[in-house]
């Protein structure tokens, strides 16, 4: 009869060990569900915050693009304005040509002239 009863002791006390880590491994398991939810907590604010960094950066690269769009738009207008300024190089070089014509034409006549009025001088 005392063994039996030591037996019964021997069982409800390792029930009681048995219930006891039971309940240490579900307070480790409540205390690693609580790590668990505030890294969640914490992802969700990193997502929140990649969030902004991409609409920021989309706003960026709008800007870049319209940038782009406008420095195209000014090389489209600077290759006009080159090709006008070498129109008008081409017609200052007529001009030149013509005007270097006419000073030689000129100085044949104050040559001539100067031919003639030697001549009347000389009568």
């Not at 390792?14 to 219930?19: A, D, I, P």
């Not at 992802?43 to 870049?64: S, T």
């Amino acid at each position: 009869m005392l063994c039996c009863l030591t037996q019964g002791c021997m069982s409800l006390v390792e029930g009681f060990s048995h219930e006891s880590r039971q309940r240490k491994m579900v307070a480790k398991v409540d205390e690693l569900v609580d790590k668990v939810d505030e890294l969640v907590a914490k992802v969700d604010e990193l997502v929140a915050k990649v969030d902004e960094l991409v609409a920021k950066v989309d706003k960026l690269v709008a800007k870049v693009d319209e940038l782009v769009a406008k420095v195209d738009e000014l090389v489209a207008k600077m290759d006009e304005l080159v090709a006008k300024v070498d129109e008008l190089v081409a017609k200052v070089d007529e001009l030149v040509a013509k005007m270097d014509e006419l000073v030689a034409k000129v100085d044949e006549l104050v040559a001539k002239v100067d031919e003639l009025v030697a001549e009347v001088t000389s009568w």
